[in-house]
């Protein structure tokens, strides 16, 4: 019998067989949950087939030298653009990528410098592709972002032309709560939904990530991800603004999801929830009934929201 070679697996890579092996022997013993890199070059759920009648979607993530879309400049955007069918909701493959760099024209900060990684010398004298940001967004039926509120603001700055394209959100557009997942950090959800781990916080790291979280299934409902934001992203929807409200039902108005307002950008000051247009009616009969003592909604401010406008500055 041939000697087995004794191996330093300490010193040695494991191979993809010898790695499966060691990570089914980690959870078999109900102690260890192990972490994958999502490799969506090696993703069997990516048929890579081209589809008749497929639409491109884009994963989005920008990079910014602060919060204010006003003030602040995107530092790096970053792009995956992915083929999908728009009756099953199923993302077939991945049709292009982009990633680039823009200086702002100012030192960044050290948080920015901190939380990115992105050093002013990376930055210096570089300038997004805008012909290829443009033919990317000229190809898209769907832009998707990880919190859309925030990515929007900037890149319709920076490109105009992103305003005449439906945006969706991960963040808000997938019920997260009622999947018994507390934080909607892209790290923890991809963690939660598939077991993968991803270098956060550089754009085209983040949209393919993104991209990982949807096609992952939801945990409680075993539903496809994209296929239940593609329901919603294209949805239109009504804020429904109890202005004037009783002080005494701000409790009962908490506890049915509604926010406050406080009219600092514009706008009436009162308590606020975003429905569907089905929900409308729903809505302010729960108004007129537990809310509203005299059974008068009038005050009420209902703005209807679709999906060019969901997002984005116009939104309100």
């Keep these: ?17 010898e790695a499966e092996i060691a990570i089914a022997a980690l959870h078999s013993t109900g102690e260890f949950t192990v972490l994958r890199r999502l490799n969506l070059e090696r993703d069997s759920r990516l048929s890579g087939k081209p589809l008749k009648g497929g639409r491109i979607g884009l994963c989005l993530d920008t990079e910014t030298t602060g919060l204010e879309h006003g003030r602040d400049r995107i530092i790096e955007l970053g ?17 292009d990528r982009y990633n680039g760099f823009e200086d702002p024209g100012e030192p960044l900060s050290q948080v920015v410098r901190e939380v990115t990684g992105i050093s002013d010398e990376m930055l210096a004298g570089k300038r997004l592709d805008d012909a290829k940001v443009l033919e990317l967004a000229g190809r898209a039926s769907l832009v998707i972002a990880h919190n ?40 923890y959800l991809l963690y939660k939904c598939g077991g993968y781990c ?23 409902s075993e539903r496809p991800v994209f296929a239940e934001l593609l329901k919603n992203a294209f949805a239109v929807t009504s804020r429904v603004c109890a202005i004037n409200a009783p002080f005494d039902r701000k409790d009962l108005l908490k506890q049915r999801g509604y ?39 009038s005050s009420v401010d209902i703005e209807r929201i679709d999906p060019l406008a969901r997002f984005s500055v116009r939104e309100g």
């Excluded at 792009?79 to 049709?95: H, M, N």
């Excluded at 490109?159 to 945006?167: D, G, H, L, Q, S």
């Design 259 to 297: 926010r406050w307002y406080d009219g600092a950008r514009g706008g009436s000051k009162g308590w606020w929830v975003s429905v569907s247009s089905e929900q409308e009616a729903e809505e302010l009969a729960y108004l007129a009934r537990e809310v509203y003592p005299s059974g008068n909604t």
């Design 198 to 220: 991803i270098n956060a916080h550089r754009a085209l790291d983040d949209a393919e990530g993104l991209l990982g979280l949807l096609l992952c299934r939801l945990p409680v």
């Design 79 to 95: 792009i995956v653009a992915f083929e999908y069918d728009p009756e099953s909701g199923e993302i077939r493959r991945i049709v």
């Design 1 to 17: 019998m041939k000697k087995r070679e004794k191996r330093d697996y300490g010193k040695e890579p494991l191979n993809l067989l």
């Design 148 to 187: 859309a509120a925030f990515d929007r603001k900037f890149v319709e700055a920076r490109y105009p032309e992103f305003a005449a394209i439906p945006w969706g959100c991960s963040v808000s557009q997938i019920d997260w709560q009622g999947e018994r997942i507390g934080s909607r950090t892209l790290e």
